[in-house]
């Protein structure tokens, strides 16, 4: 059972905007940065938001975050096959001194 | 480019040992923290344990502590795990991650992966 919560599962058509929600508590999301990291199938994870939706090098501006009390959300607009992947979300916990994850959300293109 | 390349993965008994190896290069190794971080078959990421740049601190997850140890060779450019009394539970892969920066915590997040070696504790 992840700390943070995730839907399993997401779906959505080419150009599509989908949202992926991260449901977390006062001591992770509540008061701290959320970050959001893509795994492709067969990949290693790779960052894709930190900070308050800031993006690393080579991560386009269709990928952006938003948060709202304890929970966050990774929106995904203009959407490609190639977003077919799963998404996770992270953040430190003041409580338990370490990093959470979500379990993480399943993406299909349709 | 920030490579990191996870070995030492395998099947192994349970209550046996294990040691994972994370070589990594394309940035200064001892200027940045270090974790393992594990995914159990069809689930979620699991952190599992962090070291400091220098190697003086480490940190671990309750489900790990006192059964596995990390450590690094800054000199090798190399991080380590040895996972001792193992369980089936253990089982999962195994990735090394790196911090933005030299230490633990909330301003440290992970921005670079490995790809992972896989774990099988079973008999």
């Known amino acids: 059972q992840s700390v943070l919560t995730q839907p399993p599962s997401a779906s959505g058509t080419p150009g599509q905007r989908v949202t992926i929600s991260c449901s977390g508590s006062s001591s992770n999301i509540g008061s701290n940065y959320v970050y959001w990291y893509q795994q492709l199938p067969g990949t290693a994870p790779k960052l894709l938001i930190y900070?308050?939706?800031q993006r690393p090098s080579g991560v386009p501006d269709r990928f952006s975050d938003s948060k709202s009390g304890t929970s966050a959300s990774l929106a995904i607009s203009g959407l490609r096959s190639e977003d077919e992947a799963d998404y996770y979300c992270a953040a430190w916990d003041d409580s338990l001194s370490g990093w959470v994850f979500g379990g993480g959300t399943k993406l299909t293109v349709l | 480019e920030v490579q990191l390349v996870e070995s030492g993965g395998g099947l192994v008994q349970p209550g046996g040992s294990l040691r994972l190896s994370c070589a990594a290069s394309?940035?200064?190794?001892?200027?940045?923290?270090m974790s393992w971080v594990r995914q159990a078959p069809g689930k979620g990421l699991e952190w599992v344990s962090t070291i400091s740049g220098s190697g003086g601190s480490t940190y671990y997850a309750d489900s790990v502590k006192g059964r596995f140890t990390i450590s690094r060779d800054n000199s090798k450019n190399t991080l380590y795990l040895q996972m001792n009394s193992l369980r089936a539970e253990d089982t999962a892969v195994y990735y090394c991650?790196?911090?933005?920066?030299?230490?633990?915590?909330?301003?440290?997040?992970?921005?670079?992966w490995g790809q992972g070696t896989l774990v099988t504790v079973s008999s």
């Open positions: 394309g940035f200064t190794f001892s200027s940045y923290a």
């Open positions: 991650a790196k911090h933005s920066g030299y230490s633990y915590g909330e301003n440290y997040y992970f921005d670079y």
């Open positions: 900070r308050n939706n």
